[in-house]
């Protein structure tokens, strides 16, 4: 019922910065948890980071702690990643997610963007 567009992925050199942005249509966001996961070739999909609905909670992987930030704007039906200090680590395709609930985000989200490619260059 909701789609989700994400957009802004591309190259960036290592220290970087990059902020991507997924756009829902169809329904409000501000009804759904949601989150970014990567998937990097040869590897499973993992999750980045997630966001409640009303921003009481967020949660990040390990690896991207202190150097991504997940935030929304309910109004604009839109969620952003906030990508910085990027390594090559981080080159991957990223996905918006959306669930009901903060703990359906971060394990088995129902809705899923097309994924936009990050490509991080050492």
């Known amino acids: 019922q909701v789609q989700l567009v994400e957009s802004g992925g591309g190259l960036v050199q290592a220290g970087g910065s990059l902020r991507i942005s997924c756009a829902a249509s169809?329904?409000?966001?501000?009804?759904?948890?949601m989150g970014w996961f990567r998937q990097a070739p040869g590897k499973e999909r993992e999750l980045v980071a997630a966001?409640?609905?009303?921003?009481?909670?967020?949660t990040y992987t390990d690896s991207v702690k202190g150097r991504f930030t997940i935030s929304r704007d309910n109004a604009k039906n839109t969620v952003y990643l906030q990508m910085n200090s990027l390594n090559p680590e981080d080159t991957a395709v990223y996905y918006c997610?959306?669930?009901?609930?903060?703990?359906?985000?971060?394990?088995?989200?129902?809705?899923w963007g097309q994924g936009t490619q990050v490509t991080v260059s050492s």
């Open positions: 997610a959306a669930g009901a609930t903060f703990t359906v985000v971060t394990t088995n989200p129902p809705y």
């Open positions: 966001v409640s609905e009303y921003s009481r909670r967020t």
């Open positions: 169809g329904r409000t966001i501000s009804l759904y948890a």
